[in-house]
Every structure is written in C-alpha cells, then in structure tokens.
C-alpha cells in the first residue's frame, strides 16, 4: 500500500498534525491503527501521510474534502476518547494546524 | 533546539513535502542540512518541522510568510540545484502541497 495520499484537484484541506511522544506509549499503537482506519471510514477522507522518527517526533498530514468532514472527524466519539489519551497520557508537545491546499503536484518528472 | 516551528497569527502558507528516498542518498544528508539552513536564512521563512522514519519515508513541513516568500526559496539558485538532485538521484516519489493555514494551536492544555 501507498504511503502517498493521492492528489485529487484542490482546493481541500490539510490537518497538519506534529507530536513528540511521551515516553509513556502504552496504547499507542494499537490506537494509531485504529485511528487510521476510522478516519478512512467517515465521509469526505481523501487520505493520510504519517511518519515518525526514532526520537518519537512524528508528523501525520490527513487530507479532507471541506471544513464538515473536518469537525464531523473532530467530533466522532471514539477520536474523542484518543485525542484525550493522546493529551493525558501519548504526547509531550504537539501542534495542529488547519489548512486549505492550493495546489499541489508528484515528482519527480522524467522518470 | 526545538522541532516544532512557531505558531505564528495566521493566514501564512505551508509547503507540505513528502518524499520517500531512493537508495542512492550520497550526499543527502549533507544537502538536506545545508538547504535547511539556507531556508532558515529567507526572506518571509516562519519555520520547519521535519521527521523520516528507518523506511525512509520523510514529511518536511515548511512554513512562509507569503506567497512572496514562497516564489523567492523556490528560485534561489542553490536551492534549484538541490531540486534537481533530489530528482534525478535521491528520491524515489515525492508529493509536495502548497496550503494557507487558516488557524492553528498546541497542546497539550493543562500541563
């Protein structure tokens, strides 16, 4: 499987998620996996780009089709409960940003 | 030094890049620190946050004051030479998104 969302034609939406874990990742996993298959499931995904290094610091992009899919994802109750665990308990440091793809393309070229 | 970028009032834009590396990264390393801190050194830069995973899957996030900002790093002839390195040899697929981050916060709350 691809670990390149695919490029649909903008505009859309990033959800750029930066985290540094904790040292307390009891749960974690199994939780991201789970988490990325629900996200896959609800109306208006358009796809994910997840990757973290060996010092914990990881950066997920998901792509959403418009500002609904956004708060309709923020708001299912099981993301509900793992966005809390990822406070109390996953994430040291974290930061979310929100924002509207303009344009976008795949490299390289030529090949 | 921290690995997260600052989160400055927005609108400002975000260069989503991910790239998966080729299995001939001569060079690479040393390229990809000397572009970072020519990025550091632009017109209109806001910061970068930057992970790659033992797979070689990277996300570099960019972030940039203007559309301004963004036209003139693009240009800039030491960079351009990077790009094109990065095509003909290091990476082997790489998607890169332009986006306007409309808001954005850290977390955890509370601690």
Chains 1, 2 share one sequence.
Do not use: C
């Not at 358009?46 to 992009?61: C, K």
């Not at 089709?65 to 956004?70: I, Q, S």
């Not at 996953?90 to 793809?101: D, F, G, I, P, S």
């Amino acid at each position: 499987m691809s670990r390149f969302a695919p490029l649909p034609e903008p505009p859309y939406y990033a959800v750029i998620f930066t985290a540094q874990l904790s040292k307390d990742t009891q749960g974690y996993a199994a939780m991201a996996e789970k988490m990325g298959e629900l996200a896959a499931s609800q109306p208006g995904y358009l796809g994910i780009e997840s990757t973290r290094d060996a010092g914990g610091l990881g950066i997920t992009v998901s792509y959403w089709l418009d500002e609904a899919a956004l708060t309709n994802w923020k708001a299912v109750s099981e993301h509900l409960y793992a966005q809390k665990m990822g406070r109390e308990k996953w994430y040291e440091h974290y930061t979310l940003r929100v924002a509207k793809v303009e344009r976008a393309y795949a490299g390289p070229k030529g090949r």
